[in-house]
């Protein structure tokens, strides 16, 4: 998704320089509908997460290939708060890791 792609780049940009993220997409509220509220662009009522999930997939793809890539099991030990970005999208993000590197991937989920 494009518009995904755009504001991870703006998140990377803007937390290299110290500038805070209040909100990422668009305020939901009861009388909001798509179609009738958003005349046109991108919608997802989790776009905050879905932006930050890409960047944990691309960290996650960035190890991998610096240091595991010979390896055929890759134990990941993930913090229960950041579970749901591994998970995001169902699970999209994870199986292009996966897919990418036909490597076993084992998820362990920590309280960290």
Excluded: W
């Excluded at 009388?31 to 991108?42: I, M, Q, S």
């Excluded at 099991?73 to 993000?93: E, G, H, Q, R």
């Amino acid at each position: 998704m494009e518009a995904v792609y755009i504001c991870k780049e703006l998140y990377k940009l803007f937390y290299k320089n110290n500038i805070y993220i209040m909100k990422i997409g668009l305020q939901v509220s009861e009388d909001f509908t798509l179609g009738k509220n958003v005349v046109a662009g991108p919608f997802h009522p989790a776009f905050r997460e879905l932006v930050e999930s890409s960047l944990l997939n691309d960290m996650i793809l960035y190890v991998i290939q610096k240091y595991f890539k010979e390896s055929k099991t890759i134990d990941l030990i993930v913090n229960l708060k950041t579970l749901s970005k591994l998970y995001a999208d169902k699970k999209d993000f994870l199986r292009h890791i996966t897919t990418n590197f036909r490597q076993k991937l084992i998820v362990h989920q920590k309280k960290i």
